[in-house]
Antibody, heavy 119, light 107 residues
């Protein structure tokens, strides 16, 4: 069974930092692109970032470029999102997700972790 | 970036109705489109991928069609469990984008 379990969310002050983690199991982690998708309270889904299977390519939505860094450790089946210079508008539930380009899309999602940026 | 426009934003329907949700891409995405269902407090669940392929375990009353820039999600006979929010997503580009969502509510 595919499982994605996020952790690391919480309350942080504007300008602060937070590191999200995603533990994957039930599939060959190193064979898939991985993504973070967020959802602000009462709003729609917004893709945040993607990373290629070997970590050689990363893509970010413009609003987080230069502030967020995506990484992965295939030996630990884990995905990470380092978030710096956090703003109120980054408040959202952050979902870790598996993405299969040229196949089944973003087919598995974690349960999400809530990040709240507030003073 | 590829923009995805969904319509309508809200849809009121009754159990047993046939409903259709439309998604338009700002440029051709061939068939690289997925549809998701999301219920309050839950992660999105994939229904359809590659525009018309039904994800395993998803009821056959859900179907998808289209290619290029115009796509539809159809629910042939609404069931009580189907009242939720639906999103389209393109994965033609590494910069994924979602539609703004369609909230399906009980009339």
């Amino acid at each position: 069974e595919v499982r994605l379990v996020e952790s690391g969310g919480g309350l942080v002050q504007p300008g602060g930092s937070l590191r999200l983690s995603c533990a994957a199991s039930g599939f060959t982690f190193s064979s898939y692109w991985m993504s973070w998708v967020r959802q602000a309270p009462g709003k729609g889904l917004e893709w945040v970032a993607n990373i290629r299977q070997d970590g050689s390519e990363k893509y970010y939505v413009d609003s987080v470029k230069g502030r967020f860094t995506l990484s992965r450790d295939n030996t630990k089946n884990s995905l990470y999102l380092q978030m710096n210079s956090l703003r109120a508008e980054d408040t959202a539930v952050y979902y870790c997700a598996r993405t299969s380009y040229y196949d089944s899309g973003t087919d598995y999602w974690g349960q999400g972790t809530l990040v709240t940026v507030s003073s | 970036d590829i923009q995805m426009t969904q319509s309508p934003s809200t849809l009121s329907a009754s159990v047993g109705d046939r409903v259709t949700i439309t998604c338009r891409a700002s440029q051709s995405i061939r068939s690289w489109l997925a549809w998701y269902q999301q219920k309050p407090g839950k992660a999105p669940k994939i229904l359809i991928y590659k525009a018309s392929s039904l994800e395993s375990g998803v009821p056959s009353r859900f179907s998808g069609s289209g290619s290029g820039t115009e796509f539809t999600l159809t629910i042939s006979s609404l069931q009580p469990d189907d009242f939720a929010t639906y999103y389209c997503q393109q994965y033609s580009s590494y910069f994924l984008t979602f539609g703004q969502g369609t909230r399906l509510e009980i009339k």
